[in-house]
Nanobody, 127 residues
Framework: VQLQASGGGLVQAGGSLRLSCAAS????????MAWFRQAPGKEREFVAA????????VYADSVRGRFTISRDNAKKTVYLSMNSLKYEDTAVYYC?????????????????????WGQGTLVTVSS
């Protein structure tokens, strides 16, 4: 499976962006999908995840209420809608596909649960 992320760019604080991640290959509809991000000089961190079987998505505390993750299995695409962007949201955003179809809920934040990563798309929020 290959993942292609897009939609990043420069936006003013308070603005919005929507990221997309298109997947190729057969294993998308039965895999959890997630977004991570890495800011300059910092480690990669979990942003959000959406289960393949449905249910409530999982969000990092820093983005909950501002970001929304969703997926379209027919299009093999996962989205991240980002509103009320802050300067500290500036980062390279990566989409990721879970390695198995049985990731437990408490492990969705763990990067080791994902075996395919997109190339990253840069989001820059100006203050």
């Amino acid at each position: 499976v290959q993942l292609q992320a897009s939609g990043g760019g420069l936006v003013q604080a308070g603005g919005s962006l929507r990221l997309s991640c298109a997947a190729s290959g057969p294993t998308f509809s039965n895999r959890d999908m997630a977004w991570f991000r890495q800011a300059p000089g910092k480690e990669r961190e979990f942003v959000a995840a959406v289960r393949w079987r449905g249910g409530v998505p999982v969000y990092a505390d820093s983005v909950r209420g501002r970001f929304t993750i969703s997926r379209d299995n027919a299009k093999k695409t996962v989205y991240l809608s980002m509103n009320s962007l802050k300067y500290e949201d500036t980062a390279v955003y990566y989409c990721a596909k879970s390695a198995t179809s049985s990731v437990i809920w408490s492990e969705l934040w763990n990067a080791y649960q994902y075996d395919a990563w997109g190339q990253g798309t840069l989001v820059t929020v100006s203050s």
